[in-house]
């Protein structure tokens, strides 16, 4: 078990998984950037952890005018791509997930580096 405690030493997220907690982090995300009052300081502030599988990068590929790079090479390999964005996404990395990438050793990174920047902590029980 995984509990997420917030500044406030208050237990926010509890989860058997970081997968799910990165969800739930994204839910976060989601409503700041769904936000009426939106500015460009929140949207340059930006978390995400996004997983694109064959489909999904089949549409960029096909819809997007400039193909970036590793996202033609993932498409026309048939592998899934990862883009992580750690508060700036003007400065997202990408990973193309091949056999040798520990893929759920990226997520709990992307989350411990969450919980870090909100000033929160993880504890694994």
């Known amino acids: 078990m995984i509990n997420i405690i917030n500044e406030f030493n208050k237990n926010i997220i509890k989860s058997e ?33 996004y997983v694109h599988n064959k489909s999904t990068l089949k549409h960029l590929h096909d819809n997007l005018r400039t193909v970036p790079p590793l996202l033609k090479k993932a ?15 003007h400065n997202m990395t990408q990973i193309i997930v091949t056999d040798d990438v520990d893929l759920l ?13 909100q000033g929160w902590r993880a504890e694994v029980l």
């Open 17 to 49: 998984t970081y997968s799910e907690i990165r969800k739930k982090f994204h839910e976060i995300e989601n409503h700041k950037l769904l936000a009426e009052d939106i500015d460009v300081e929140t949207f340059n502030k930006s978390w995400g952890f």
């Open 75 to 89: 498409y026309e390999e048939e592998l899934q791509l990862v883009e992580v964005c750690k508060g700036n996404p």
């Open 105 to 117: 050793k990226i997520e709990k990174g992307w989350c411990l580096d969450y919980c870090e920047a």
